[in-house]
């Protein structure tokens, strides 16, 4: 366990996002198998027995996702979702800019997979950088024959196409982005139906994350079962994390499935800044459940350990905090970031996460009771569980309500004292 580079391994060569060294170093040639040697079925097999799971937040597997595209003969689409927004997330961001042509190669295998002959790559518009380069890309592979028509002589047609979003967190949600590339308000759609069965243009559509697509290359040169020998059984291969906060060395690591969480803070990012003590860690981005750091020490870096946390992996943002970390402060910023995000189609989101946001505030200056604190509570139960159609309120439900449980002390001391009145 520990640190372990797969998709990361050239990550300090300076031209790593170029055809020319892609190449040099074996790129496209999982490609050139997969289009030669496999057929639809081995891929989706072999993508199955990798034990492969989505890196974007909900960690569904995805070789049964790409099994559930029906046999038709309507067009089906293949997307990548690279609209990085979770606060704190920023690992996509170094592959997009670093291996744009891995992108490219697992988003081929995976067309091939399901019978897609058009696929988009839908990158956060604050990405300058980084959609320029896929853009570059995309180009390069166009041009060597990688994309488009008869893709290497081998018979096989894929179109890609890079899409800019427009900085709303919501069309990080599948079928926003979907509605988003439709030129529609990015709005979440009821499901189901599920994109798998009507998505873009209701059609079979399998929406994918950056990370998710770059681990299929691997998995094809190395095969599904030795891929499955890295990491835990129930989680395997490698996962990118981007560690911020009061550590000595933030930054992105690529580590192994089911290394401790206390490797990955005191080992591999140095530690906690100025020698502090560790205070909590929000493991998964901003929406999975706050751990403490007790919490933490037991912690692997895996699907089931930090479930068994009652929190989540999510989109791979560790963000750790010290004993100086004032958790009314960051709650009530969270609690305000999801409500600037609302998209506002369902009531419990657009008008709870606003209140919520209100009584944080109300408690942060100190003018808040312990009133507003079971009126946080009441308002959760209303926000939770299906009450809505995408889970942005769960979201800001789970970055507030397990820190104001776990940390009710740091609360209750921002509380206005009430002032009986005796008559």
Excluded at 11 to 18: E, F, K, L, R, W
Excluded at 75 to 82: A, F, M, R, T, V
Excluded at 110 to 137: C, L, N, P, T, W
Excluded at 201 to 222: K, L
Aim: proline letters at 4%.
């Amino acid at each position: 366990m520990g640190l372990k580079t797969l998709l990361t391994t050239h990550v300090g060569a300076a031209d790593s996002h170029t055809l020319n060294h892609y190449r040099s170093v074996g790129g496209y040639e999982s490609q050139k198998k997969a289009l030669t040697e496999m057929t639809a079925e081995q891929i989706v097999n072999d993508v199955k027995n990798s034990g492969l799971r989505g890196r974007g937040g909900a960690g569904f597997p995805t070789g049964n996702k790409w099994g559930f595209i029906p046999k038709t003969d309507k067009p089906k689409y293949l997307i990548c979702n690279g609209d990085e927004g979770e606060p704190g997330t920023f690992k996509d961001r170094l592959l997009i800019e670093k291996f744009p042509h891995m992108l490219i190669e697992g988003m081929v295998i995976a067309a091939k997979a399901i019978d897609s002959h058009q696929g988009y790559i839908y990158i956060r518009g604050e990405f300058h950088k980084g959609i320029r380069i896929v853009e570059e890309a995309v180009e390069e592979a166009y041009k060597a024959g990688l994309l488009g028509k008869n893709i290497l002589g081998l018979g096989y047609d894929f179109d890609l196409a890079v899409y800019s979003g427009a900085g709303a967190y919501i069309c990080g949600e599948e079928s926003a982005l979907i509605n988003s590339l439709e030129g529609r308000r990015g709005h979440p759609r009821l499901k189901p139906p599920f994109p798998a069965v009507s998505g873009l243009y209701a059609c079979p559509t399998v929406v994918n994350n950056v990370e998710t697509f770059c681990n299929v290359p691997h998995i094809i040169r190395m095969t599904g079962e030795e891929y499955k020998k890295i990491g835990t059984e129930k989680s395997p291969g490698t996962r990118l994390f981007a560690v911020s906060g009061h550590v000595k060395k933030p930054g992105i690591y690529e580590v192994e499935m089911g290394t401790p969480m206390k490797e990955l803070i005191y080992d591999i990012c140095g530690g906690i800044k100025n020698d502090g003590t560790l205070k909590a860690v929000i493991p998964g981005g901003s929406s999975s459940p706050i751990l403490t750091a007790e919490e933490a020490m037991t912690a692997t870096m895996d699907y089931e350990s930090i479930a068994s946390l009652k929190s989540m992996l999510g989109s791979g943002a560790v963000i750790i905090l010290s004993e100086s970390a004032d958790l009314v402060e960051t709650t009530y910023r969270l609690a305000e970031f999801y409500s600037h995000e609302s998209c506002g189609q369902c009531t419990p989101c657009r008008e709870g996460t606003h209140w919520v946001k209100d009584l944080l505030h109300k408690i942060k200056v100190g003018e808040g009771t312990e009133k507003d604190v079971e009126l946080i509570f009441s308002l959760s139960r209303n926000m939770e569980g299906g009450t809505t159609i995408c889970p942005l309120a769960d979201a800001c439900v789970m970055a507030v309500r397990p820190t104001m449980t776990k940390f009710k002390g740091e609360f209750s001391t921002r509380l206005k004292k009430e002032v009986s009145i005796s008559h």
